[in-house]
């Protein structure tokens, strides 16, 4: 059975730091492009980061750029996003999905989506 499981969402004041885990299971990850996607309440789903499947290319929102850094460990077959500086606007559900030797990360073309992991910035 596919499944994308995060994890790693809490509570946390502005400029502090969370690492989100995107855990792999069915499926070997390191055929896949993951990317990270959020969703603030009240706004439509945006792209945060993505990791290609071929190259190892980075793709970064410049809402992100420069805090947050997506990392592969395939043995473990989990993608990681450490958030730091995190703001309040950076308050959402976060999603991870895959796509099958992906080169990017079309949201409206990925394969399997995560149920997501709510990350909150607050004093």
């Known amino acids: 059975q596919v499944q994308l499981v995060e994890s790693g969402g809490g509570l946390v004041q502005p400029g502090g730091s969370l690492r989100l885990s995107c855990a792999a299971s069915g499926f070997t990850l390191n055929y896949y492009a993951i990317g990270w996607f959020r969703q603030a309440p009240g706004k439509e789903r945006e792209g945060v980061s993505c990791i290609s499947s071929l190259d190892g290319s980075i793709y970064y929102a410049d809402s992100v750029k420069g805090r947050f850094t997506i990392s592969r460990d395939n043995a473990k077959n989990t993608v990681y996003l450490q958030m730091n500086s995190l703001k309040p606007e950076d308050t959402a559900v976060y999603y991870c999905?895959?796509?099958?030797?992906?080169?990017?990360?079309?949201?409206?073309?990925?394969?399997?989506w995560g149920s997501g992991t709510l990350v909150t910035v607050s004093s």
């Open positions: 999905a895959d796509k099958f030797l992906g080169g990017a990360c079309p949201q409206d073309g990925m394969d399997y």
